[in-house]
């Protein structure tokens, strides 16, 4: 919900479906449901809020409710003026921490081989070669297959890919880490939308005008 809770129930529970529908989860006052999605016990929770907050957790940390009237638990601790405006499914990987940001960082180190912009710098540009080449290990490899990429967009139409082995994996409840810078020369943007996403895709985005690129 916006407020940040969430429910988990299995997928039984919604079987049989009235034809004006059924109760899926109780609201308190003033809160509204944000997303609705199928989870398997491979799956992390991955909440986003409007104030660029984004915490991941295990759907395993949301104990799995018998009944469909309560109001569920916190998946994020939101600060005064923030709400939850998207959640999305990743696929769990176990990866230590130390092995992610070694990812991470042969990942940005191939990239900026790609762009050649060395001027004067032997140093970091050897740097960057030795730490690139681990990109060929079978481990890295094994995460390179597996990773995902989470795009953020912001209201003024700004927008952001970042892995999603940048976001840790946390404990549900906590408030999350930045996902987005939105300072604008003293002013502030807010997140509309935070969605995962494969090198493949594609992506369409549409302004409340209309406009569509």
Same mark, same amino acid.
């Given at each position: 919900?916006?407020? &940040?809770?969430? =429910?988990?129930? =299995? ?44 915490? =991941?957790?295990?759907?395993? @940390? ?12 916190? &998946? ?19 990866? @230590? ?8 960082? /042969? ?8 762009? &050649?912009?060395?001027? @004067? ?5 050897? =740097?960057?070669? /030795? ?53 604008? @020369? ?28």
């Amino acid at each position: 919900t916006a407020s &940040g809770n969430i =429910r988990r129930n =299995r997928l039984s529970d919604f079987t049989n479906v009235f034809a004006n529908g059924k109760i899926a989860m109780k609201l308190k006052e003033g809160d509204k449901l944000v997303r609705v999605r199928t989870f398997t016990e491979d799956h992390d929770v991955l909440l986003s809020t409007r104030l660029g907050k984004t915490i =991941r957790f295990p759907i395993s @940390d949301a104990r799995v409710f018998s009944s469909r009237a309560s109001t569920g638990v916190r &998946g994020i601790r939101l600060d005064e003026g923030d709400a939850v405006i998207g959640m999305s499914a990743l696929m769990h990987v176990e990866v @230590d921490i130390e092995q992610r940001d070694d990812y991470l960082h /042969a990942v940005h180190a191939r990239n900026r081989l790609s762009s &050649g912009d060395y001027t @004067d710098r032997d140093e970091d540009l050897a =740097r960057d070669q /030795a730490s690139a080449a681990r990109m060929d290990d079978p481990v890295f490899a094994e995460m390179a297959e597996k990773e995902e990429f989470i795009v953020t967009v912001s209201n003024d139409g700004m927008g952001k890919r970042t892995s999603a082995y940048e976001y840790r994996i946390s404990g549900r409840g906590g408030k999350g880490v930045n996902s987005m810078d939105l300072q604008r @020369d003293g002013d502030s943007a807010t997140v509309v939308n935070s969605f995962p996403v494969v090198q493949t895709d594609q992506l369409v985005l549409v302004a409340d005008s209309g406009q569509i690129i």
